[in-house]
């Protein structure tokens, strides 16, 4: 039996501030993504699916209960819920190099950097040299971490800006940042909220 796919490739522009949450924190600092994962976008597109082709004015928690279950285009393509195979994969979505029009990358563990910055020459080899061989230099190398463009190579620690909002509850009867009471009950605890956006 012939296998036919269809590749569909899409450009995602955020227009807002957009934070992409992967449960990392620093104390009160929610942490975003530069990127965005394939289960993101195969959520948000299945809603998107949902809206457009139920024929139910609601759609239903358990889908099998539904009478047009067999002729139904979302549980054709996201079968695996259903105990059939999935027609419909999702790549991750990662941040475009406006330079050059690359597309910035995960960089690869086997890329290291000389760390004298007037160097910077980049190794991508299993087996690194232990010091940088341009002549002159002999520093130590690190490991790259960041992203790397694939049109042009630049490197980026981070391809994206990040911005970071930062909000707190005011108790307006004290005229200062409300406090709640600890469950411990032996102090209270400020409500700073700080999340990392994208934009």
Known sequence: MPL?????TARVVAET???????????????????IPGSFLRGAIGV???KSVCKKDEPLKVHEDCEFFEECEYANLYGEEFGKASRIFFRYAYPVHLACGGVYLPAPKTMFRCENPQCGK?????????????????????PVRGFVCAG????????????RVVLTALDRRYR?????PTPEGGGKAGTLHALDVIG
């Open 4 to 8: 036919a796919c269809y590749r569909v």
């Open 17 to 35: 501030p957009l934070h992409i949450g992967s449960g990392r924190r620093t104390g009160v600092i929610k942490r975003t993504l530069p990127f």
């Open 48 to 50: 998107s699916i949902i």
């Open 122 to 142: 980049l190794y991508d080899s299993i087996a690194p040299p232990v010091r940088c061989e341009v002549d002159g230099c002999g520093m130590p190398l690190k």
């Open 152 to 163: 042009c190579g630049n490197v980026a620690e981070a391809p994206v800006p990040v911005s």
């Open 176 to 180: 200062s940042a409300a406090q709640i």
